[in-house]
């Protein structure tokens, strides 16, 4: 069995895939190549988000290709609707990466609230802004996460053993999901944004949540917090870019009604590095690293190897997204 791994994997991972006769082949394919037919030679591959697989790449792999794999959570840069037409199984590794995703989403919350990257900055460039860096604390401050998926859950707890008061709206889960941990769960998106000055995004990229973080809903937020304390708003976004309007966000930047933005995710990548939302002081960003951590590699990689090789035989990974379609 031949595996193409396209976009890089953890050591551990092809090592587990080769002790199971399986000749791996790391390399990038570019898109050309793809489309004429590289896939042909291999049994399976495995990518990352460089990697954009359409139909007519996976079309021109077969007949001998069986799967496709995503080493990670999202699966946006596979047509998913086209496997399915074609037959192919596509699996990925959605909880490996979470505890990484989480401890980044906190980070970026500290980081808007104390001002640490704004003081980093300035501090560098030869200022004491002690004065000008008088930040909130996260204590009492009513959190909202859009999503209640593993990554949510996780962020709730956090959040919680900090004093947030916690609420969410997932249209998917049904209210006693968020009743047992301690979550307000809202029926309403719009009321979820007039009832938190904190918002964290823990959804996937559809047309129902492109933008759906806009001027219409920033404008909703209170800015005040329970006790009527004057804390802002902020928003972070370690999910997937395109669910924030970033133009509306640095707009909301521009007049106050945004107190911070944080993004580790951008509508399109990489970044531009001119756009005008790096230059704002209350803007801090992360290049898509919320899996970036040594443990969640180690992870995705094992995670991937083992639903790659069930497939291969014969078996149905249960990290398989597309399997309704198939059956």
Same mark, same amino acid.
């Given at each position: 069995?031949?595996?193409?791994?396209?976009?890089?994997?953890?050591?551990?991972?092809?090592?587990?895939?080769?002790?199971?006769?399986?000749?791996?082949?790391?390399?990038?394919?570019?898109?050309?190549?793809?489309?004429?037919?590289?896939?042909?030679?291999?049994?399976?591959?495995?990518v990352r988000s460089a990697t954009k697989l359409s139909e007519e790449m996976m079309q021109a792999g077969l007949p001998r290709?069986?799967?496709?794999?995503?080493?990670?959570v999202g699966v946006d840069n596979i047509d998913v609707d086209a496997a399915s037409r074609l037959g192919l199984p596509v699996?990925?590794?959605?909880?490996?990466?979470?505890?990484?995703?989480?401890? &980044?989403?906190?980070?970026?919350?500290? +980081?808007?609230?104390?001002?640490?990257?704004?003081?980093?900055?300035? &501090?560098?460039?030869?200022?004491?802004?002690?004065?000008?860096?008088?930040?909130?604390?996260?204590?009492?401050?009513?959190?909202?996460?859009?999503?209640?998926?593993?990554?949510?859950?996780?962020?709730?707890?956090?959040?919680?053993?900090?004093?947030?008061?916690?609420?969410?709206?997932?249209?998917?889960?049904?209210?006693?999901?968020?009743?047992?941990?301690?979550?307000?769960?809202?029926?309403?998106?719009?009321?979820?944004?007039?009832?938190?000055?904190?918002?964290?995004?823990?959804?996937?990229?559809?047309?129902?949540?492109?933008?759906?973080?806009?001027?219409?809903?920033?404008?909703?937020?209170?800015?005040?917090?329970?006790?009527?304390?004057?804390?802002?708003?902020?928003?972070?976004?370690?999910?997937?870019? +395109?669910?924030?309007?970033?133009?509306?966000? &640095?707009?909301? &930047?521009?007049?106050?009604?945004?107190?911070?933005?944080?993004?580790?995710?951008?509508?399109?990548?990489?970044?531009?590095?001119?756009?005008?939302?790096?230059?704002?002081?209350?803007?801090?960003?992360?290049?898509?690293? +919320?899996?970036?951590?040594?443990?969640?590699?180690?992870?995705?990689?094992?995670?991937?190897?083992?639903?790659?090789?069930?497939?291969?035989?014969?078996?149905?990974?249960?990290?398989?997204?597309?399997?309704?379609?198939?059956?």
């Open positions: 069995m031949r595996v193409a791994v396209t976009d890089g994997m953890a050591k551990e991972a092809v090592k587990k895939l080769e002790n199971a006769g399986c000749d791996v082949i790391q390399e990038f394919i570019e898109h050309d190549d793809l489309v004429n037919g590289a896939l042909a030679e291999f049994d399976a591959v495995i290709l069986k799967v496709i794999a995503r080493a990670g699996v990925n590794a959605p909880r490996a990466s979470t505890q990484s995703v989480v401890e &980044l989403t906190i980070g970026h919350l500290l +980081g808007s609230l104390r001002f640490i990257p704004r003081a980093d900055r300035s &501090l560098r460039s030869g200022q004491w802004a002690k004065k000008e860096l008088k930040g909130t604390e996260l204590f009492g401050k009513r959190l909202g996460l859009i999503g209640f998926g593993r990554i949510a859950q996780g962020v709730a707890k956090v959040a919680q053993a900090f004093g947030m008061e916690v609420h969410s709206y997932d249209p998917y889960l049904p209210l006693s999901v968020a009743k047992k941990v301690g979550v307000t769960m809202h029926k309403n998106v719009d009321n979820l944004f007039k009832t938190c000055t904190h918002i964290t995004v823990h959804c996937n990229l559809t047309d129902e949540t492109h933008h759906l973080i806009n001027h219409k809903r920033i404008s909703m937020m209170p800015g005040v917090d329970p006790f009527n304390l004057k804390c802002g708003n902020h928003i972070v976004n370690c999910a997937r870019g +395109g669910i924030v309007d970033e133009d509306a966000a &640095l707009a909301a &930047l521009n007049s106050g009604q945004l107190t911070s933005l944080a993004l580790d995710v951008f509508e399109h990548e990489p970044v531009d590095p001119a756009s005008p939302l790096l230059e704002h002081m209350n803007f801090h960003g992360t290049p898509h690293i +919320g899996a970036a951590t040594i443990e969640a590699q180690h992870r995705v990689g094992l995670d991937i190897a083992e639903a790659v090789l069930t497939v291969l035989h014969g078996g149905i990974a249960d990290t398989t997204v597309n399997r309704d379609a198939l059956s």
